[in-house]
């Protein structure tokens, strides 16, 4: 609905909820087309709901500070795609998973986790120095970086319940950033350690390749040696000092990372196929109606125990889905259809990030540019100290814990996709590493998140 106000330019276009859906969607396409054909949206990985959604926000920017015309957006659906993208990290959080792993994966879980609370003691801590907010400082800890930009997005209201102080500015601002930054330090760091220790990969007859579209294809080069027909006459063949051979070299291909597709944003998961149908995705879905229904009184009771503690909405949904996984997964009574999960779940994120970024308030950053850019800084300042000094010594100081340590880069200060990027460019150049594309989607995919958010919570509470 559109009302010209009364002694003014401006003109409110207001829209129900149904009517902000629709619109936050024509900009998800918008961003996606962009995305398709803009490299450095490719490059960087940035997703299509940031994309279409800021480019709207300038749009919106433009209409404010020219008094011409002010967006005013329901929110209820943008609640409810929230809480259903985080119950599917839940479900995602299968620890028969993390055991099959080994002991690689449970120890860069741990790396994982510590970097998440570094990066707030390191906001915190700045903060207290330049006097800038400390509640606002959630936002630029690993809210932002190692939660990326729907984990962000998804407590900017907690940070900033009136909208007042500009937190979901910052949690599209800052990820785009660190997005930038993570895909510029990731390969040049583990091309370093490389060098630096003369690492070689453990199979030589491995390579990686990224092509155009910037998938990342495993090809392992097989040589089999094979006798050649020999048409001499026999007492030729008789008298030859050595047999003649030739090798046949067979190069087989397998694709280990596909880059976004429609319905991905930032939470690329180690599946390298996914087959769906109604069925799997009708019973996806009713067992994820059921972990938020049931969750959301988890989430209520848990916050009536303290006034001062209070938990994100979605965080009973997580931890009853989080339940019904592993229970599925120990007594094999039913199961949890993990490709429709996922994508139930891209879907939900892409929606939700699609709505948030619509009502997004470019104004409000003007005034948090000098602080924000300290922070910043003090962040990549960590990020590149911790992954080279800790991350590589704790993953083993081999070849393979240089590539995991770009990749620790790509998702500690932006998403898994920038992780999957930077190890395939590091790969491409010296060669294949089992074990970091195995570890490394395991945690950025499908754990970190799960304990971020308590992180984050916890953080929260503590400045409140």
Known sequence: MAERLKGGLFMNI????????????????????????????????????????????????????TGLVNFKFDKTLQEYWMVMFFTTVGYNAGFSVLKKGGVK???????????????????????YLIHFNPKLAVMLGSTSF???????????????????????????????????????????????????????????????????????????????????????????????????????????EEVIHTKATML??????????????????????????????????????????????????????????????NIADATNLFKVEMEAMDTLGSVALNLFLAMALVSLELWKLVDLAVPLFIILGAQVILMYIFARFVTFNLMGRDYDAAVITSGHIGFGFAATPNAMANMGSVCEKYGYSEVAFFVVPIVGSLFIDLFNVMIISGTLTLVQ
Request: charged share 15%; proline share 5%.
């Open 105 to 127: 994966v449970f120890i860069f879980l741990g790396v994982a986790i510590s970097l998440a609370v570094l990066q707030h003691v390191v906001a915190q801590g700045v903060a």
């Open 14 to 65: 207001t829209m129900n909820m149904y009517q902000s859906l629709g619109f936050a969607v024509v900009w998800l396409l918008i961003g996606r087309y962009l995305k398709d054909h803009v490299k450095f949206f490719q490059k960087y990985c940035i997703p299509a709901p940031i994309i279409g959604g800021f480019l709207f926000a300038i749009i919106s920017l433009i209409g404010h500070n």
């Open 264 to 325: 991905e944003v930032d939470n690329t998961k180690p599946s390298l196929e996914k087959t769906l149908n109604s069925e799997k995705v009708a019973s996806s879905f009713m067992i994820l109606v059921v972990a938020v229904g049931i969750g959301i009184f988890l989430t209520n009771h848990l916050n009536s125990l303290s006034t001062k503690t209070q938990f994100p909405i979605y965080i009973g949904t997580m931890l009853v889905a989080a339940v019904i996984r």
């Open 146 to 252: 190692t939660g990326g930009f729907g984990t962000a997005a998804a407590f900017a209201p907690l940070v900033d319940p009136d909208g007042t102080l500009g937190a979901l500015t910052l949690a599209v601002a800052v990820p785009t950033f660190s997005s930038i930054i993570s895909s510029i330090m990731g390969g040049p760091v583990g091309n370093g350690l490389i060098t630096k220790y003369n690492l070689s990969p453990s199979h030589t007859n491995v390579q990686v390749k990224v092509d155009e579209t910037g998938s990342i294809i495993k090809q392992t080069t097989e040589v089999t040696t094979v006798p050649v027909v020999d048409n001499r006459p026999f007492f030729k063949k008789l008298f030859a000092k050595h047999k003649k051979t030739e090798d046949i070299v067979k190069v087989h």
